[in-house]
């Protein structure tokens, strides 16, 4: 028998933004326990989103989080001996989680000085649609694509 799933632990809102998305990307960002410098970085984006684009940065971000989340993506499914990659769609919450770490990730990649403007490019770049995050987004539904035939294999 299976143990019961754990509760969801809700995240407090970003005491600038008053943000949960915002508060999540900040706890992603966050190497080691310091929350204070994770916090100083995507603040340090935000300053520059705001002065590239004269937008407000909080709309810029949650353009690049939507921007960047996969609607389906691919999952292995065995079926008598063989496996197959089965299209199947992405719950909310995980649509946010991989949107933040792929902007992390490609945001890391980037010829920058700092993280705090290479943070700021790729969110720009994603909300834009265009970038590292948003290359990988389309590359997840072209191999759902590719494998729509396995589809009904869904469970």
Partial sequence: MRKK???KRRVTPDPRFNDVIVAKFVNNIMEQGKKATARGI???AMDQIADKTKQDPIEIFRKAI????????IRPRRVGGATYQVPMEVR???RVALAIRWIKKYATDRRDRSMASKLASE???AANGEGGAIKRRDE???M???????AHFRW
């Fill in 66 to 73: 939507q921007n960047a989340a996969p609607a389906i993506e």
């Fill in 144 to 150: 759902a694509d590719a494998n729509r035939a396995f």
């Fill in 123 to 125: 969110l720009i770049a």
């Fill in 5 to 7: 799933r754990s509760d």
């Fill in 140 to 142: 997840m539904h072209r």
């Fill in 92 to 94: 909310e919450e995980r």
């Fill in 42 to 44: 995507v603040y340090g």
